[in-house]
Nanobody, 122 residues
Framework: QEQLVESGGGLVQAGGSLRLSCAAS????????LGWYRQPPGKEREFVAD????????YYTNSVKGRFPISRDNAQNMVYLQMNSLKPEDTAVYYC???????????????WGQGTQVTVSS
């Protein structure tokens, strides 16, 4: 089973950028659909973005479209979330996720990372 470890979170001013990285261990990384979720303070965890097995197809929640491109590097077992034009409402714990189905369709089986905090100050 894949294990996921996120990095790259932190404190940034509104309008700034951060790049989240997620390193996966395991031998079947390229067989998993990957994505990112987030959990704002006091709210439920929500879908942010996902990417297909090859990286050729991506999907985003409306609030991050055009700001948070997702990408994956199967050779390095990495998935990234480049967060641009950050807003205070993007403040959340961000989780890397993997599944055998597209995360955009909310599959039952999801492997989670431990999460990384992103705080955007106004």
């Amino acid at each position: 089973q894949e294990q996921l470890v996120e990095s790259g979170g932190g404190l940034v001013q509104a309008g700034g950028s951060l790049r989240l990285s997620c390193a996966a261990s395991g031998h079947t990384f390229s067989s998993y659909f990957l994505g990112w979720y987030r959990q704002p303070p006091g709210k439920e965890r929500e879908f942010v973005a996902d990417v297909s097995l090859s990286g050729g197809s991506t999907y985003y929640t409306n609030s991050v479209k055009g700001r948070f491109p997702i990408s994956r590097d199967n050779a390095q077992n990495m998935v990234y979330l480049q967060m641009n034009s950050l807003k205070p409402e993007d403040t959340a714990v961000y989780y890397c996720a993997a599944s055998t189905a597209y995360l955009r369709f909310h599959p039952t089986y999801i492997i989670w990372g431990q999460g990384t905090q992103v705080t955007v100050s106004s």
